[in-house]
């Protein structure tokens, strides 16, 4: 009798943690799909306004991206474009793990060079946020440039756990780390779902770009994944099988709703301008 409870206890705590691993893996294949869109548009939108020698175009999207005259600046935003799409493409291979296992060489190079790209947009964000400003209210630069911190934090914290060969603390800073590299994108797919949800602008005025929707979203875009993840840990962890199977739950849940930001933001923003 002993051993058949054991055996049904062991049963279930596999299966809980099966169902938060694959919950995890669907929302990650889902994040990659969507960065990747997202970098496509990245590609052809700015590239192709660059090759076209039109790099004004990038005023359409990015208010005061070209300013006239300007050459470092636009030097900068032009360079920051550039790391930001060979991030968007290559930092979802570090967390792959037949690459991590079978080719530890070009993990490691390519780890070295998403940490190098991560302080370089790092640094060209705060200097484009305090010089040319952003859109909406004046909070908004605030909330960049945290979020530019946090990532320098977080790089150097899973470089030095990596070094330290402490891998399991070093994944997890390194998670957080793509999770906050990853906030332009999360708030771009969250304010289309917020708006797909109310077919209205609702909490924020659509022509100034203010309202205490996007001061929160500011906020919220590495914040809140910064939670979940925070969650996933505890409950990865744990040794509660309520808990693991209750975080599986939220993940799902999280990520349709980041299913229906991706498609959202894909046919309202992005895919209109390919």
């Known amino acids: 009798m002993t051993n058949s409870v054991l055996m049904s206890t062991e049963t279930v705590s596999i299966n809980a943690n099966k169902w938060l691993t694959n919950s995890v893996k669907a929302w990650f294949i889902t994040a990659v799909l969507g960065q990747w869109i997202f970098a496509a548009y990245v590609g052809l939108f700015y590239?192709?306004?660059?090759?076209?020698?039109?790099?004004?175009?990038?005023?359409?999207?990015?208010?005061?991206?070209?300013?006239?005259?300007?050459?470092?600046?636009?030097?900068?935003?032009?360079v920051h474009l550039l790391l930001a799409f060979i991030v968007l493409v290559a930092g979802p291979l570090q967390f792959i793990g037949q690459i991590r296992n079978n080719a530890p060489a070009f993990h490691r190079l390519l780890g070295r060079i998403y940490i190098f790209t991560a302080f370089i947009l790092s640094i060209g964000g705060l200097y484009m946020v305090w010089t040319r400003g952003t859109v909406g209210a004046e909070i908004g630069k605030y909330s960049i440039s945290i979020n530019a911190i946090l990532i320098m934090i977080f790089a150097s914290l899973a470089v030095y756990n990596a070094i330290k060969r402490n891998i399991k603390v070093h994944r997890r800073w390194a998670i957080r780390l793509f999770l906050v590299m990853g906030g332009v994108w999360f708030f771009r797919i969250s304010l289309m779902l917020w708006l797909m949800i109310h077919q209205a602008p609702v909490g924020f005025d659509p022509k100034t770009f203010t309202g205490p929707f996007l001061t929160f979203l500011g906020f919220a875009q590495y914040g809140v994944p910064l939670a979940f993840a925070q969650l996933y840990f505890y409950a990865q962890d744990s040794k509660s099988t309520s808990l693991k199977m209750i975080t599986a739950i939220v993940v799902l849940l999280l990520t349709l709703a980041t299913i229906g930001g991706i498609l959202s933001a894909t046919m309202g923003m992005w895919l209109p301008r390919f």
């Open 47 to 78: 590239g192709g306004a660059t090759l076209n020698g039109d790099i004004s175009q990038w005023n359409e999207v990015m208010p005061h991206g070209y300013v006239e005259g300007d050459f470092v600046g636009n030097l900068a935003v032009g």
